[in-house]
């Protein structure tokens, strides 16, 4: 049994503004059904910037219902630049605090929000293009984690995985979340020397990094990588099974396929994918 | 307000019965010698733990009261079961089990892989089946232990453990089978000899004794080294001085369930069936998440598409109702049940999904309130949720 407040039991069995706007002037989502958790928020905004009505949509538990309704009477009456401010913990302050392993409910309601304003704004991808996958079972950023880290000071792997659900499944990106906070804290992780390589010491790694580290993982997900060629720093590959066509590809390629070659051969690697 | 509780979690635990009570009241009042000890007085102890002993040999259908430890839950005797024949093989690295059994056996494999046994794990099909096949060709002359569950808690799907045992001892004569019996005990007839079982775990709690007790079935040729290392308690195998009231409460228990076994078979099943019938009829996002055939008589497993488990418990539990879900959300690890996944239920429904274990003390008035509680429940939350289009579709095939 959750140890909840009374305001999160008041939200998730008595939810303000529930259900979608059709003229919404900015709809926001985070999480998915894979997940566990999904949500839609829609939002009313007039032209002096004040959100004037608020909507969402939630598939969930009962912090992350009580996390969207308490989100939206937060938000409704407010300028574009106070919404702007409210964070995560504000929303879990609100409701009177959330069990730490449901930190991730009130950090995805404000994603779903950050989403709409950045939609809203015009402020879209730029960041999200820079940013790296690290957790694939959750699909979370590392802009995301450091985010929650900087927001609500977190310290260990266990915070991050309570706040953002990162490395809450398999666990893999543990190491990579722990190179995170390090990175933050400014504690210096061992470098190691790499010399430099010939061309074809430089094939036959990347052909074992893809063989040994990439594919097996690709292939947890039904899908699978083909080295096609080598061209100085850019690798061409050929996505199979559920990759290829899947809505994710290109963040699997950039994020993962890209970030594993860059980390492991510690050159630029840019990754082209061909298609069929 | 005051509402009257329904409990449909017996698959978590269930509630003990009074006659049970009344049977371990005095050895928690007047009768609290030590059973090892030599006056009168002693022996009162002790001769209440030889007929829980036989009432317990006769509840598994064990040759011999000597084949009975008891143990203080089910995870004690696995974990005495497995490390167990572990350590007194160890020549041998190698372990058969399932991609379904509990987190408590399955943890104990994942420590023993880091430890270097190579474990294999045995997947289901849709039906929760396990492939016997791919059984079959794990087994070698390097296995020393093959560990399947009975029933599942989750699904309370049967395994053919009669089946399993002369498949692995066709193979492998020496190869030991332990059976975690913890959800088939008091739900269906169970005979460790007629079965082929070396080794059998149950847990007093989950027949209606109290928690704190569990009971380790050994065959009488199989050797096991002792995981609580002391006196001469239970023939050497399990030290620690007997906790009496709970192992005459586990005896009375066992004893009350095996004479239960046909009320389970008829009455309980024709309420579960009830229940399920009721609900998959009425609620169009309603998909059963278990095999109709070979199951225990209590348990069902419903998943209601595009809603959150966790938020269907606690609308329940508002109303009086409780039960038990697969979604990640209620246990606080982030991921769905593995059980569900491993039989491959699509995740729209694996996230929703909701256990309804009942008892042989579950009365229809209760199924009836539940029968119409959940509809108006899942009504109330489908307005929440994110995916109302992929529901009009559900519900349009539906009607």
Known sequence: ?276 | MTRKMVYLDNNATTKVDEKVLEAMLPYLKQNYANPSSIYSFGGISAQAIRKARVQVRDFVGAKSEKEIIFTSCGSESANTAIKGVLDVNKTKKHIITTKVEHPCVLSLYKTLEKQGYKVDYIGVNANGELDLDELENAVNADTALVSCMWANNETGIIFPIKKISHIIKSKNKETKLFVDGVQAAGKIPMNVEDAGIDLLAVSGHKFHAPKGVGALYVKSDTLISPLIIGGHQERGKRAGTENVPYIVAIGEAAQLAQDALDFEATTVKHLRDKLENSLIKNVFNARLNTSLNNRVPNTTNIGFEYVEGELILLHLSDMGICASSGSACTSGSLEPSHVLKAMGIPFTALHGSVRFSLSRFTTEKEIDYVISVVPRVIDKLIKISPFQEELATLRKHKS
């Open chain 1, 1 to 276: 049994m959750w140890d909840y407040t009374e305001e999160v039991m008041d939200h998730y069995r008595n939810p303000r503004n529930v259900g979608k706007i059709d003229d919404a002037d900015a709809t926001g989502e985070a999480g998915s059904l894979a997940c566990g958790d999904a949500l839609k928020i829609y939002l009313k905004i007039d032209k002096n910037n004040i959100v004037t009505d608020a909507k969402f949509q939630t598939f969930g538990c009962g912090s992350a219902v009580a996390s969207s309704s308490v989100l939206t009477e937060m938000i409704i009456g407010k300028s574009i630049d106070e919404v702007k401010k409210i964070t995560n913990k504000d929303i879990a302050d609100k409701l009177g605090g959330l069990p730490p392993e449901k930190m991730h409910c009130s950090v995805m309601g404000h994603e779903a929000l950050e989403d709409a304003l950045k939609k809203y704004l015009g402020e879209e991808t730029s960041e999200a293009k820079k940013d790296k996958l690290i957790c694939k079972c959750f699909s979370v950023t590392e802009n995301q984690i450091l985010n929650a880290i900087k927001e609500n000071n977190l310290k260990t792997v266990e915070d991050v995985t309570n706040y953002t659900k990162a490395g809450g499944a398999c666990g893999h990106c543990k190491g990579d979340i722990q190179a995170i906070l390090n990175k933050f804290y400014n504690k210096k992780t061992k470098t190691e020397e790499v010399p430099k390589l010939t061309a074809a010491q430089k094939i036959l790694k990347i052909n074992t990094i893809i063989e040994n580290r990439i594919s097996p993982e690709l292939r947890k997900d039904g899908g699978d990588i083909e080295l096609v060629d080598i061209d100085g720093n850019k690798v061409y590959v050929k996505l199979r099974g559920a990759c290829s066509g899947c809505k994710n590809s290109t963040l699997t390629l950039k994020s993962f396929v890209e970030m594993t070659l860059r980390e492991l051969l510690k050159e630029e690697i840019e990754v082209i994918e061909v298609q069929n």
